[in-house]
């Protein structure tokens, strides 16, 4: 098999520095576990440094579920949801960072989607747009074509059904066709998840994962894959390596998960726990 991972070597003088500081954007009432997993998800995939923003009042429940995470409080909406207010804050802090993520638990309030479309096209450093953050740009695909980043989105069948305005059935029996014209039109590496997940990039290259299994479709799962994806790019992996071979550790992690716990019961926890055995596995 075609090696995946080429992540950096670590000297003994390394320091976290060395190996990415990644900025994620998630979570909001009822959906601090996304957040959470995310950002554990970035560490465990090896990234040296992750700072989550996250709506204010939700920050002392934040700083609880994650001891190796940073925190930043940001301003909300009555929902307790990312608020437009909370823009300077984000954009100063995204850019100052190695990666953005942006999507995972954020909700469908109309005031964050707002906030999700300004943020994209402001935001300069390497994106990965997932879950709310795709389905906010859904309403305004054109956004896409004014990003001045390099970014990665990481659609469900569902999700990019709304972006591309087609049925979930043509989505399904179309995988290839779809990711890579998206991919095309929108100069994006697109990760169009699923059993035999797709990577496309705009040059035409693609792969589709030969990891994984039925009991990975669980909630959280998505959020985990996210949060290795910019692991890998604050190491300092192009977006399309980082986009595979993110997919290849996540269906890894999860045959050993499985192998331990069964796929009926697999959660997202257990593939978040197995992630350095299987970037273990690769060296």
Do not use: W
């Amino acid at each position: 098999m075609e090696r995946l991972i080429n992540l950096k070597k670590r000297p003994k003088n390394s320091h976290k520095g060395d190996f990415g500081h990644v900025f994620i954007l998630a979570g909001s009432k009822g959906l601090t576990g996304a957040a959470a997993l995310c950002s554990n998800a970035a560490l465990r995939s090896g990234a040296g440094l992750v700072t989550l923003g996250i709506p204010v009042s939700l920050n002392s429940i934040m700083s609880r579920k994650l001891t190796e995470v940073m925190t930043l409080s940001l301003a909300e909406t009555k929902e307790q949801t990312l608020s437009l207010k909370a823009e300077q804050g984000i954009l100063k802090k995204a850019n100052s960072s190695d990666v953005a993520v942006m999507g995972p638990g954020l909700s469908q309030n109309t005031e964050t989607r707002k906030l999700i479309r300004k943020l994209v096209v402001k935001i300069e450093k390497p994106m990965v747009l997932d879950a709310d953050a795709l389905n906010a740009i859904s309403e305004k695909t054109e956004i896409l074509e004014k990003i001045k980043t390099k970014y990665i989105v990481t659609p469900h069948p569902g999700e990019m059904a709304r972006l591309v305005n087609k049925s979930l059935n043509y989505i399904k029996n179309n995988r290839l066709i779809v990711a890579k014209k998206f991919s095309h039109d929108y100069n994006a590496v697109v990760v169009l998840k699923g059993a035999g997940t797709i990577v496309a990039e705009p040059g035409g290259k693609y792969y589709v994962n030969t990891t994984g299994n039925p009991g990975m479709a669980t909630a959280g799962s998505g959020d985990v894959l996210a949060g290795i994806i910019a692991g890998f790019l604050g190491q300092g992996l192009n977006e399309f390596d980082a986009a595979r071979s993110g997919v290849y550790i996540h269906g890894l992690a999860g045959d050993l998960a499985a192998e331990d716990k069964g796929e009926t019961g697999l959660i997202a926890g257990d593939i978040l726990e197995k992630i350095p055995y299987a970037i273990k596995t690769m060296k």
